[in-house]
């Protein structure tokens, strides 16, 4: 049973535009959610997280936003870059030390 | 320079023979933690650590072992390796392993068993 999901295996998106990336979830104990970028040959690095007492949070081009009613949360990317093409896994947290992470989806952004 | 190490980065065995994928962090983290990933599948956790002596299983705990005698290090232990552990290993570890904190992860170990 796939607790965290992200439905889009993959995106494409030109540089410049907006990407936007979506992850949905069926476990309504989760209240802390990141998420993470993937380099080939690399592990993942921490790129933005959301609490669920928020619905955005911003940092820089990053924006993620959490919808609990409908538990789906969304990465946006704006203006994508050529260098954000990677993976890109969202994760949840229920304050238990345990994380689960979706499946990923890899980001192609085209020059 | 602050990081995560693992070795081996690559290794290749055959059913059986057992096997030890060390990590080890240079932050001072309490929280450490293996993550598998697979096509289709993401990122798995297998086993984390809250601190020295304490781990707990995580939602693929099975065919592993751990343990944590030291802060610094956290060794993913297969004493029975089959093929279906072929994989693609992280080791990861944060400051308190609270929600809030980002996992810092390892480069990885590419584990095939034939």
């Known amino acids: 049973d796939q607790q965290v999901k992200q439905n889009s295996p993959s995106l494409s998106v030109q540089e410049g535009r907006i990407s936007i990336l979506n992850c949905d979830y069926t476990n309504s104990m989760f209240d802390y959610f990141l998420w993470y970028k993937k380099y080939p040959a690399e592990g993942p690095t921490f790129l933005i997280s959301?609490?669920?007492?928020?619905d955005k949070n911003e940092d820089g081009r990053f924006t993620v936003f959490l919808n609990k009613s409908a538990k789906h949360l969304s990465l946006h990317i704006v203006p994508s870059q050529p260098g954000d093409s990677a993976v890109y896994f969202c994760a949840a947290s229920s304050g238990t030390y345990k994380y689960i992470f979706g499946t990923g989806t890899r980001l192609k952004v085209l020059a | 320079e602050a990081q995560v190490t693992q070795n081996p980065r690559y290794l290749i065995t055959v059913t059986g023979k057992k096997l030890t994928v060390t990590c080890s962090q240079n932050m001072n983290h309490e929280y450490m933690s293996w993550y598998r990933q697979d096509p289709g599948l993401g990122l798995r956790q297998i086993y984390y650590?809250?601190?020295?002596?304490?781990?707990d299983k995580g939602d693929v705990p099975e065919g592993y072992k751990v343990s944590r005698k030291e802060k610094r290090n956290f060794p993913l232990i297969l004493e029975s390796p089959s093929p279906n552990q072929t994989s693609l290993y992280f080791c990861?570890?944060?400051?308190?392993?609270?929600?809030?904190?980002?996992?810092?992860f390892g480069p990885g170990t590419r584990l095939t068993v034939t």
């Open positions: 650590s809250m601190n020295v002596e304490v781990t």
């Open positions: 990861a570890s944060s400051p308190q392993g609270a929600e809030v904190d980002e996992q810092y």
């Open positions: 959301i609490s669920s007492i928020k």
